[in-house]
């Protein structure tokens, strides 16, 4: 049987172990967070502008985004009732957070939309079955490891060219675009073909990046990776890694170093 694995899983181990056994191995309920939420319904929203055809009015796009977001504070509140605790983005009260992060995230979703409408170069890729290739799930195996995810949207251009995009609602661009290669991956092991090229569509710039050249990292470093944080849990063979991050860290409450 394969060991199963995921990007998420291994950037959470990357970035600190010991907060990666809290949350992902002792199941410790993690501290809610407005940008989690806005995150998940912006997701939400695109795929399903892209699975309804791109058309120009947002708001199905917009109503997707609001009950996605009224799900995710569900799961908050019922974790965390009391909201003083959730985490918040500066210096923010928590009930102006998450005022802030639902407006913005409506206009992300809106200025998504209306960028793509401008850019008729590129469309969504047709799968083989007719259906939009948006949040195509993905399972690709070596040496016993499985990673499985989503690919948020591989693109077609007129010219017959494939990218893939990843989104992000946050301000920072990856500094290694690890999600993309194991997009890239995930492309060829389901339709045969190779994507040299990827983007981060950032919603905060309402612009993707530029094209971001996926083959100069070899896979088999990524496969590495994902063989090495399968044993490291495997092992328990779990690091803190205190710094600047602790902040935002949802398992915070629960952490020997914090207490």
């Not at 995710?72 to 003083?84: H, L, N, T, V």
């Not at 993905?138 to 499985?146: I, K, L, P, T």
């Not at 530029?210 to 100069?216: N, R």
Request: charged residues 30%; aromatic residues 10%; hydrophobic residues 35%.
């Amino acid at each position: 049987m394969s060991r199963r694995t995921s990007v998420s899983r291994l950037t959470s181990i990357a970035r600190c172990g010991l907060a990666y056994e809290l949350e992902r191995v002792e199941k410790l309920p993690a501290l809610p967070a407005g940008w989690t939420a806005q995150g998940i319904a912006v997701h939400e929203a695109a795929d399903v502008w892209e699975k309804a055809g791109r058309p120009n009015d947002p708001r199905q796009a917009q109503d997707a985004f609001k009950s996605a977001w009224r799900e995710e504070i569900a799961k908050g509140d019922e974790r965390y009732p009391d909201r003083d605790r959730w985490l918040v983005g500066g210096r923010k009260k928590v009930k102006n957070d998450l005022i802030d992060r639902y407006e913005g995230g409506l206009q992300q979703v809106a200025n998504y939309i209306d960028y793509n409408l401008q850019d008729p170069t590129w469309q969504p890729y047709t799968m083989p079955d007719g259906s939009v290739a948006s949040e195509v799930g993905f399972e690709v195996e070596f040496a016993g490891v499985a990673v499985r995810g989503y690919i948020d949207l591989l693109m077609e251009s007129n010219e017959g060219t494939l990218k893939v995009r990843d989104i992000k609602t946050g301000s920072k661009v990856p500094a290694v675009p690890f999600q993309l290669i194991v997009y890239r991956m995930a492309v060829n092991d389901i339709f045969g073909v190779d994507v040299g090229w990827g983007e981060f569509f950032m919603t905060r710039d309402n612009k993707p990046t530029l094209p971001i050249d996926l083959t100069k990292l070899d896979v088999e470093w990524i496969k590495k990776w994902f063989l090495r944080q399968v044993q490291i849990e495997e092992q328990r063979l779990f690091l803190p890694n205190p710094g600047d991050a602790c902040r935002t860290c949802g398992v915070e409450p629960h952490c020997p170093l914090m207490r």
